[in-house]
Every structure is written in C-alpha cells, then in structure tokens.
C-alpha cells in the first residue's frame, strides 16, 4: 500500500510563503487525482488544491490566485505553493490521493498576523 509524507509546513508570517511537498512510497503514476485538503481547529476538512493525471487543476476560491499546486510524476511527489499567506490559512495540510484513497498524516501550517 502506497504512503504519502508531507513535509514543508512551519511557522510563517502573514504575507510569507511556503512550499509543501508529498512524497510517495511509490509511482503516483496511477493515480487520477492528487490534492491537498486543509483542516482548521474545530472545523472540517476541505479540500484546497487538485490536480488530475493529466494535470487539470482545481482550487478554493479561498486559495485562487494564492497557491498552486504540482506533480512531478517522475519524482513521485505532489507540491503545494503557498504565497501571500493569510492568518485565516492556518490548519494542518493533508495529502491525498485516489484511487485507491490514500491520506498523509499531515502537516502543521501556522501563520501569524
């Protein structure tokens, strides 16, 4: 079974970027769709980012403009730029992937005002 490992997040001030990765334990080739969710204190986790196999992507309207997101299927790693960071983006980052439907065990992204 596949296993994805985010790394990258941290503590950054408001304005700042970040960069998160996911790597996977193997070719993330077969994989249709690959995203980031995020999921703030006391609320749901949504979705922030996809990108399909043929590299179609989708974000939040809270995100359009802000972050982009990546695949390198040669490197077998799903990225997540963040620009222009706003209090309001922090949460933990997931990765996620389909099919099979497989998470990462996430990422903190904090930023400070």
């Known amino acids: 079974q596949v296993q994805l490992l985010e790394s990258g997040g941290g503590l950054v001030q408001a304005g700042g970027s970040l960069r998160l990765s996911c790597a996977a334990s193997?070719?993330?080739?077969?994989?249709?769709?690959m995203a980031w969710y995020r999921q703030a204190p006391g609320k749901q986790r949504d979705v922030v980012a996809t990108?399909?196999?043929?590299?179609?992507?989708a974000y939040a309207d809270s995100v359009k403009g802000r972050f982009t997101i990546a695949r390198d299927n040669a490197d077998d790693t799903v990225y997540l730029q963040m620009n222009n960071l706003k209090p309001e983006d922090t949460a933990v980052y997931y990765c996620y992937a389909a099919y099979p439907i497989t998470w990462g065990q996430g990422t903190q992204v904090t930023v400070s005002s």
């Open positions: 990108i399909t196999n043929y590299g179609t992507t």
């Open positions: 193997r070719s993330i080739f077969s994989f249709d769709i």
